[in-house]
């Protein structure tokens, strides 16, 4: 069977043909879901559903974790959204430097808000003693979250840094406020590629 | 080299808007647009490649436009139906873990590689037919370009595999067995909040 039968017989072939002789028809009907797609996705945008993975386990097994520490939030829905802030400190945890992590701990009103020595999380600090994690965990999904919520939660972060203790947020709500860099690593690698792309296939 | 990448990022960004409605269904992560990016990118482009290569070779050999990608799409093309099928089922086969947030990042995956494939076998011939024999107008003049593949390496290998087929498939195999044999000894585990019975320390994430 030579491939011009094929190609009489493909059903992809006929769409393909159908496509090729329609062209026009086919640029518009692309083009119009396109724009049917971005506006549905615009009309909708109010309250994106979007999580980061850590608030992907079940709320009730959330809760059930958070109440076992007989933290004061037992009525408390359980959170869906969550930032890790990890703390580098310069030397081993001194009495200093933990009465310091608690206080900063300690800045956010939110009741899931725990410091890396709060009863529960001693696995929140790292064997050398030099990173630390505390977690705020809110009340809200990520993407439901005001840019002035996590705004004033950079603002304490960078309250709590100072010469030998740098606080770094993370996690989606951060990432939102949090700006993508394009840097020469990216345009190299940009570069790169439209170059092999280029020379492979003209 | 420029229209599979066209073609690939027109499917891909109907497919970031096709997400975004997903999302108000679904539980979908973070790294969902990523991985939808990242799979419909890699595939699209490919896919676009296979039927745009086959089309040119069918110019070159004297077929009219019309010829060419019809026949370049019975065969390019069903190859690329059949290699984002396998795709979108395997992804789909990501709901077997039974976690709302992997599921809603399968299903934004292989809306991905549906719509890059639908771009590679609709819009790519309608825009094939509108340039018609002009695709190589502004290609990079390379010398030895043009030369018979038939002289070229993966020719001759291809010529040596198919000589001695037990032979070439029973040392894949071989290979293959080998590379899964770390298989047996992996361990699995799952990040969770549950405290164990001997540590009453509980680190939830």
Redesign the interface.
Known sequence: MT??D?????M??R???W?????RL??FA?LV??VA??V??EQ??T????????E??KPS??GR??N??SQPTQATPPPLS?T?RPVLIPRLPGVKCRRRLTSYASYHTRPLCRGPFDP?????VSTDGRVA?A?VQYDQL?GDLSTAAIDRLAAVAEIASHPGLQVVGGG?PV?RIEKPTFGPAEGVGLLAAAVI?????? | ?GL??LTAL?GL??AF??L??I??G???????PELAALLGIGVGIDYA?FI??RYRSHLRNGKP???A???????S??A??FAGSTVVISLLGLLLVG???ITGAAIGASTSVLLVMA?A???L??????LGSRI?RL??P?PH?DRRVSLGLWWRWSQRVQRNPALAGGAALAVLVLLALPLFSLRVGYM????RASD??????
């Open positions: 491939t011009t094929i190609a009489s017989r493909s992809i072939a769409i393909g043909s496509s090729f002789r329609h062209r086919v640029f692309w879901a396109l797609v971005t549905l996705a909708r945008a309250g994106s559903r979007t999580i980061s993975m850590a992907a386990p097994r959330l974790c958070y076992s520490h969550s890790r529960g999380a001693s696995r929140q994690y977690t990520a989606a990432a792309l280029l020379l492979s296939f003209g | 080299m599979p990448i027109f960004a109907i808007g096709a975004d409605l999302s108000h679904l539980t979908v992560p973070t790294f969902g490649l745009v290569t436009p019309g010829a990608i019809s026949e370049a799409l019975a065969t093309g069903r690329v139906v976690l709302p947030y771009a076998d609709t819009l011939p309608a825009t094939l037919g509108a190589d290609r990079i390379l370009r969770t909040c549950s405290p009453p320390a509980v680190t939830a994430h």
